[in-house]
């Protein structure tokens, strides 16, 4: 996924963490360069469709979501635990 908006400085990153520990599903988040922020999800598919969900509402109240690009790759690592990096 690739999340636009205000989603950066904003505590976007820990609370799409808190959500995805939640939901039960693994994988990473990341904030770019050019201010977007990029998410790698796994798990079971209706997990990850409440996921996206939350995602598109902003799991934080400081953020503002804009625009959400979800994209299916069947080459990304299989994650066991959600991680933030950078």
């Known amino acids: 996924m690739i999340v ?3 989603v950066q400085g904003v505590g976007f990153r820990y609370t799409t963490k808190q959500v995805a520990d939640r ?4 994988g990473i988040v990341r904030n770019e360069n050019d201010g ?3 998410i790698e999800a796994n ?3 209706d997990k990850i469709a409440d996921f996206i969900e939350a995602i598109r509402k902003s799991p934080s109240p400081s953020a ?3 625009h959400v690009t979800v994209e299916e790759d069947a080459t990304i ?3 066991v635990k959600f991680s933030i990096t950078n």
Request: net charge negative; hydrophobic share 30%; aromatic share 10%.
């Open 23 to 26: 939901i039960g599903v693994y």
């Open 43 to 45: 798990g079971d598919v």
């Open 4 to 6: 636009e908006g205000m």
């Open 64 to 66: 503002k979501v804009e």
């Open 36 to 38: 977007t922020v990029y």
């Open 77 to 79: 690592e299989e994650h």
